[in-house]
């Protein structure tokens, strides 16, 4: 059991590039989250789905896309990359929405 | 304003010295309240879920509890790999979505 693997786990991006974060999780859960973790900001929401083909905004939606054609994976891309977007990104997943979530090991990304 | 804080910030604490982490919470329609623990580089691991005022569960050394309005962390006799920083989250309305609290980083002195 993998549990929840993100990719890449260090990425560096010139301002205006694009990039996909990738998530996939082997648990068969249907409750996929992503967060963006600042210092002093803590975890905040950025897109989250209840299933596949379902997905909803979160906290901080700008600037960032997703998908959910399947129940395994839920990546996150981001259409232009802005300095503010440096962050440290992390997708957790669950089996239910009243249930604990299970975190990957997160993505740091630094935007120049 | 749905809404996390945690209290405090920073706690540093000798092995064998009990103390309590406060999560204090302001949002409508709670359906449960998540401690986590993250260490330095890596995603926060799942705790605790707590539903309903007077709940409590035990894991070790920790226990935590939950009332109308906070959740405590209680950690008793501390030893130095419980030095992390615990993150307190909440499940509200229609659920499938946290609110984090911005953590208390634990740090334990042998």
């Known amino acids: 059991n993998a549990g929840v693997t993100q990719t890449p786990k260090f990425q560096v991006l010139k301002t205006g590039q694009s990039m996909t974060l990738q998530c996939a999780q082997d648990?068969?859960?249907?409750?996929m989250s992503w967060y963006r973790q600042d210092p002093g900001m803590g975890l905040r929401l950025i897109h989250y789905?209840?299933?596949?083909?379902?997905?909803d905004q979160g906290e901080v939606p700008n600037g960032y896309n997703v998908s959910r054609s399947t129940t395994e994976d839920f990546p996150l891309r981001l259409l232009s990359a802005a300095p503010s977007q440096t962050s440290v990104y992390f997708c957790?997943?669950?089996?239910?929405?009243?249930?604990?979530?299970?975190f990957g090991s997160g993505t740091r990304l630094t935007v120049v | 304003e749905d809404q996390v804080t945690q209290s405090p910030e920073a706690l540093r604490l000798q092995e064998g010295e009990s103390s309590s982490l406060n999560c204090s919470y302001t949002?409508?329609?709670?359906?449960?309240l998540f401690w986590y623990r993250q260490d330095p580089g890596k995603g926060p691991e799942f705790l605790f879920t707590?539903?309903?005022a007077g709940e409590e569960k035990e894991k070790e050394r920790l226990k935590a509890t939950l009332t109308k309005k906070e959740s405590f962390l209680h950690i008793t006799a501390p030893k130095p790999e419980d030095s992390a920083t615990y993150l307190c989250?909440?499940?509200?309305?229609?659920?499938?979505?946290?609110?984090f609290g911005q953590g208390t980083e634990l740090s334990v002195k042998p």
């Open positions: 707590l539903y309903s």
């Open positions: 789905s209840v299933g596949a083909g379902i997905t």
């Open positions: 949002v409508s329609g709670l359906r449960g």
């Open positions: 648990m068969n859960h249907e409750y």
């Open positions: 989250a909440v499940s509200y309305n229609q659920g499938g979505k946290l609110i």
């Open positions: 957790a997943s669950s089996y239910d929405r009243d249930y604990g979530y299970t």
